[in-house]
């Protein structure tokens, strides 16, 4: 589904994980700015208890004092605290320490002055040593991060759920893309469920109509091809039975011909039908270019010595459907042999097929063969229309170029193999 680098569902997924990591990302930086702002925090109320204790601990009770800072004095020994704890960090004069999800300080020695300083306290005055005595603070002020891991998780959770909430919206649209690649294979019994009341739900809808109408038109065409082919066939057969019971003579052979003729054509109506409704199964083989040009004049019922052939000592060797490609040739070469007023040119060359004659040139509105017939342009005697379209469209199957020249009176039909 996430193949296609351009896919809508591939670019919001890559932009919600980026939103996921930049999110928790910003979390984490706000979880080590809040543990460092609460270190110092605790290092400031230690070093208050511990001025407190230092200067006026023989005078009065600090209880109170201590209650204000969430310090109080630890029953456990220094000892235990710096062999089984953990140490937080190592101050000049003390250290702080983890133990069973409690936080301590070990005074090591009395605070040097100048740390008061960055505390904003005054330096406390001069102090005998001996007044100095190991002592163990205990935080007692909570610091449980629940409700900071609860906020983050309600937001993954949010940003996860509008994701999955898009996606879900989403997959309808991936659905229909299948779909409309199916159609165009020649698929039209499809029928897309609707899940919503939304935009997507809503063209999907419409596109159920569609194939529907799509599916009722075709078959309401091969109905009627059908009966027109049946209705055809028969006379043709039966005009081809009776010249066959006719006297041998010129002019029965010359029936015979148009019969065949007619038969042939009914059949490559059924042909290009299937061509233009993607039907045909093209088979790619090798043959030589002489061999189509033969059954491109046998389909005309014309000679090959009403054109001028240059370039067969070329050989050229073709990789083409066959049957799909003398038609593309013999549309060329009927439009050549009809509006030509000397014998039509067909040039040979190592990878370029020409077919020229002399003439008056296409006119410019009728130049872009990749549209059918269009009478426009065109009337039904006229020509140049159909027959080119489908020509050009045969040629694209088969991902040669076509291209369409007229200079010094010569109308020139050029098919680029390579």
Request: proline letters at 5%.
């Amino acid at each position: 589904m996430l193949t296609n680098k351009h896919s809508i569902i591939r670019l919001i997924t890559l932009f919600f994980i980026l939103i996921f990591i930049l999110i928790n990302g910003l979390f984490w930086i706000a979880h080590e700015h809040f543990s460092k702002q609460q270190e110092v925090e605790q290092i400031r109320r230690f070093l208050l208890a511990d001025r407190l204790f230092f200067f006026e601990h023989n005078q009065r009770d600090l209880s109170p004092e201590l209650a204000q800072l969430m310090i109080q004095p630890s029953t456990l020994s220094s000892k235990k605290l710096l062999s089984q704890g953990s140490t937080i960090i190592t101050l000049p004069f003390g250290k702080m320490i983890e133990m069973n999800g409690h936080t301590f300080f070990v005074k090591l020695g009395p605070p040097p002055p100048h740390l008061f300083n960055k505390f904003e306290f005054r330096p406390p005055p001069p102090a005998e040593m001996n007044h100095f005595h190991s002592m163990v603070f205990e935080d007692i002020q909570p610091h449980s991060l629940v409700m900071f891991w609860i906020v983050l998780a309600g937001v993954d959770t949010l940003i996860l759920l509008f994701y999955a909430y898009l996606l879900a919206k989403l997959l309808p649209l991936h659905r229909l893309k299948n779909a409309i690649i199916a159609f165009k294979e020649g698929d039209t019994s499809l029928n897309i469920p609707i899940t919503g009341e939304d935009e997507i739900s809503q063209i999907t809808q419409e596109f159920n109509h569609t194939l529907e109408k799509i599916a009722s038109m075709r078959e309401a065409r091969s109905l009627f091809l059908r009966n027109i082919l049946h209705e055809l066939k028969t006379p043709i057969m039966k005009g081809a039975l009776t010249t066959d019971c006719l006297e041998a003579s010129v002019d029965q052979e010359r029936l015979k011909q148009i019969f065949t003729r007619m038969d042939y054509l009914l059949n490559e109506f059924t042909q290009m039908e299937r061509f233009s409704s993607n039907e045909w199964q093209l088979n790619f083989q090798e043959y030589r270019f002489v061999d189509l040009v033969d059954h491109a004049c046998d389909i005309l019922l014309c000679d090959k010595k009403s054109l001028t052939i240059k370039g067969e000592e070329y050989q050229l060797i073709v990789k083409v459907d066959f049957e799909l490609f003398a038609i593309a040739l013999k549309n060329l070469l009927d439009n050549a042999l009809k509006y030509s007023t000397t014998k039509p040119t067909l040039m040979i060359l190592s990878h370029t097929i020409e077919i020229c004659n002399v003439g008056n040139p296409i006119p410019e509105e009728k130049r872009d063969f990749s549209k059918p017939f269009n009478r426009e342009y065109e009337s039904s005697s006229a020509g140049l229309g159909l027959g080119l379209y489908l020509t050009h469209s045969i040629l694209q199957k088969h991902g040669f170029n076509f291209y369409y020249t007229h200079q010094s009176g010569m109308n020139c039909f050029k098919i680029v193999l390579s």
